[in-house]
C-alpha cells in the first residue's frame, strides 16, 4: 500500500488528475482511446482474414499490421501506466481492473501466436487458411471484447476485493 500511495501522489499522478489543462487527463485518456482504436482495429482485420473473410487480401499484407499494432499496445502500456498510477490506491483493488489486465494478457498471448501463424503461412506460399487459425482468431475476439468491457464496467462496478481485517 506504501507503495500505490507513493505513486498516486507522485506529481505527474497529481498533474493528470487535478490540472485544468487539456494535455493532462483528457490528453492522456484519448491517446489511451487512440492506441486502443489502432490495436484492435488492426488486430480485427487480421482476425477477419482467419475467419475466411476478405480472401482477395494477401497474407503479406496481413503482415504490415503487427507494426501498427505493437505501436497502438505501446500506447496502451504507456497511458494505461499513467491513468492507473493516477488512482492506484483505488483502481488496484476493483476486481475489474484485474478482469482487464487478465483479457490484455490473454489477447496479447493470443497476438503473439496469431503473427507466428501468419508469418508462417506467408512463407509457406499455401493458399488455404492453416489449421487453427480461425479458433485463434476467435479468441483474439473474446479476448480484446473482454478487455475494453472490463475497462469500461471499472468506471461503474465498484466490486472491490476484500481483505481481513477490513471493515
Known amino acids: 500500500m506504501e507503495f500505490l ?6 506529481p505527474i499522478s497529481i498533474w493528470i488528475v487535478e490540472t485544468d489543462s487539456v494535455w493532462a487527463y483528457p490528453t492522456v ?11 484492435v482495429g488492426a ?11 476478405m480472401r482477395g487480401a494477401p497474407v503479406s499484407a496481413l503482415q504490415t499490421l503487427f507494426g501498427p499494432m505493437w505501436v497502438g499496445l505501446a500506447l496502451n502500456t ?12 483505488v483502481k488496484s483493488f476493483v476486481i475489474m481492473f484485474w478482469v482487464k489486465l487478465a483479457f490484455i494478457a490473454l489477447a496479447v498471448v493470443v497476438l503473439v501466436r496469431i503473427r507466428r501463424v ?22 483474439s475476439f473474446v479476448y480484446w471484447s473482454g478487455a475494453i468491457i472490463a475497462g469500461r464496467l471499472m468506471a461503474y462496478l465498484k466490486w472491490e476485493w476484500r481483505f481481513l481485517g477490513d471493515g
Open 5 to 10: 500511495t507513493w505513486l498516486q501522489d507522485h
Open 29 to 39: 485518456l484519448a491517446v489511451h482511446a487512440f492506441g486502443l482504436a489502432i490495436l
Open 43 to 53: 488486430n480485427t482485420i487480421v482476425n477477419f482474414r482467419l475467419l475466411g473473410y
Open 78 to 89: 504507456i497511458t494505461g501506466l499513467l491513468l492507473w498510477a493516477a488512482s492506484a490506491r
Open 118 to 139: 501468419v508469418s508462417d503461412w506467408a512463407k509457406g506460399g499455401q493458399a488455404s487458411i492453416p489449421a487453427g487459425a480461425g479458433r485463434l482468431a476467435t479468441l
